[in-house]
Nanobody, 121 residues
Framework: EVQLVESGGGLVQAGGSLRLSCAAS????????IGWFRQAPGKEREGVSC????????YYADSVKGRFTISSDNAKNTVYLQMNKLKPEDTAVYYC??????????????WGQGTQVTVSS
């Protein structure tokens, strides 16, 4: 069974940091691009970052460039999202999702349950 489990969310003050984890099971992350998404109350879900397996590229939304870093540990079958210099507007439920192949441009196949990130001002 393909499963993604996010963890690491919490409450942090503006300017602080959090590291989110996305632990995969039922498949090997080395074969699939994994992306992070977020959804704030009353807003559409948006893409935050993605790590490609096709060429190792990483992608970031403009709103998080320079503050967030996506990485992976194949031995742990886990993808991380390091979030620094957090802002109140980063408050959202964060989800990880696997694409249907190695490229970040492919369709999504599996989602995690989400982890709440709250940034206080």
């Amino acid at each position: 069974e393909v499963q993604l489990v996010e963890s690491g969310g919490g409450l942090v003050q503006a300017g602080g940091s959090l590291r989110l984890s996305c632990a995969a099971s039922g498949f090997t992350i080395d074969d699939y691009a994994i992306g992070w998404f977020r959804q704030a109350p009353g807003k559409e879900r948006e893409g935050v970052s993605c790590i490609s397996r096709s060429d190792g590229s990483t992608y970031y939304a403009d709103s998080v460039k320079g503050r967030f870093t996506i990485s992976s540990d194949n031995a742990k079958n886990t993808v991380y999202l390091q979030m620094n210099k957090l802002k109140p507007e980063d408050t959202a439920v964060y989800y990880c999702a696997a694409r249907t192949g190695g490229s970040c441009h492919l369709a999504l196949r599996s989602w995690g349950q989400g982890t709440q990130v709250t940034v206080s001002s």
